[in-house]
T-cell receptor
């Protein structure tokens, strides 16, 4: 049972470099999400995709872009990394956007920007 | 504004004792409440949820939570703690959409330490 798979697990970047975080789910879920987790702040929503072909901004979208490549895959791109983007990034999915089913999370990407 | 508060950064309990992890919320409309657990270097795992009905909800690994509308709380409980319960616990609330935007709000997390 793979569930939600994120790659890479760890990454160190220099300020100004770009990078794409990959996420794939094998549960045939319609909705996918990107969060960042910072100490003492819980999870904050960066972007979400309610269904294939749609993406929308969450709480903290500045500095990020996303692509819903197909139903399975949802990538997050940092165009010009900044130290403030040092965080743990989680991808999640759910069956639909409108119901009350829980979200399923990947194991995260730990990103450090120097 | 919608918010979720976990007033304790850390909870310490001895193995075999009951545990409580607190959560309060402030939302407009009917809340849908969730608890998740996070083990080191892992993503969040769903424990239980309250949508409607019985205020006492039972979930995975022997955990339960009580919804209290008057106190706007949804505390997580377990009658007898295990060392393996040591982890980070997150409360989350999902608000019934007013404008078709159904969003999770997460608390800041509570670290549970269960000592042998």
């Amino acid at each position: 049972n793979a569930g939600v798979t994120q790659t890479p697990k760890f990454q160190v970047l220099k300020t100004g470099q770009s990078m794409t975080l990959q996420c794939a789910q094998d549960m045939n879920h319609n909705s996918m999400y990107w969060y960042r987790q910072d100490p003492g702040m819980g999870l904050r929503l960066i972007y979400y995709s309610a269904s294939e072909g749609t993406t929308d901004k969450g709480e903290v979208p500045n500095g990020y872009n996303v692509s819903r490549l197909n139903k399975r895959e949802f990538s997050l791109r940092l165009e010009s990394a900044a130290p403030s983007q040092t965080s743990v990034y989680f991808c999640a999915s759910s069956e639909t956007f409108w119901d009350n089913q829980p979200q399923h999370f990947g194991d995260g990407t730990r990103l450090s920007i120097l | 504004a919608q918010s979720v508060a976990q007033p304790e950064d850390q909870v310490n309990v001895a193995e075999g004792n009951p545990l409580t992890v607190k959560c309060t919320y402030s939302v407009s409309g009917n809340p849908y409440l969730f608890w998740y657990v996070q083990y080191p270097n892992r993503g969040l795992q769903f424990l239980l949820k309250y949508i409607t009905g019985d205020n006492l909800v039972k979930g995975s690994y022997g955990f339960e939570a009580e919804f209290n509308k008057s106190q706007t709380s949804f505390h997580l409980k377990k009658p007898s703690a295990l060392v393996s319960d040591s982890a980070l616990y997150f409360c989350a609330v999902r608000v019934k959409p007013l404008y078709n935007f159904n969003k999770f709000y997460f608390g800041s997390g509570t670290k549970l330490n269960v000592k042998p």
